[in-house]
């Protein structure tokens, strides 16, 4: 089997917060990660489901692309993420 060709292999120092908030329809407990390697947007994981999503304000005002990315249950679970990612991203 032939080597793998590694299209990158960077070093970067992060910053990371680690949040939890509960709203009328769920609990979110969120790793907000920031880094320059996406090009201003972050990583957010959900660290109840381990998904993540590379996110920025456009994104996260995006409630479809929020519920399919998290694997929400309802549109409301999607505008609270939404609304909380919009002021903290």
Same mark, same amino acid.
């Given at each position: 089997?032939?080597?793998?060709? *590694? ?6 120092? #992060?910053? #990371?917060? /680690? ?8 609990? =979110? ?13 972050? *990583?957010? #994981? ?18 479809? /692309? ?9 549109? $409301?679970?999607? $505008?609270?993420?939404?609304? =909380? ?5």
């Amino acid at each position: 089997m032939a080597d793998p060709i *590694v299209m990158y292999d960077e070093i970067e120092k #992060t910053e #990371t917060r /680690y949040v939890g908030f509960v709203g009328e329809h769920a609990r =979110f407990d969120l790793m907000l990660t920031t880094t320059a390697h996406f090009y201003g947007k972050k *990583v957010v #994981t959900c660290l109840q489901t381990n998904r993540t999503a590379i996110l920025n304000q456009k994104d996260a005002a995006n409630l479809m /692309y929020l519920a399919e990315a998290f694997a929400l249950k309802s549109e $409301e679970e999607a $505008e609270e993420l939404s609304e =909380f990612l919009l002021a903290n991203l």
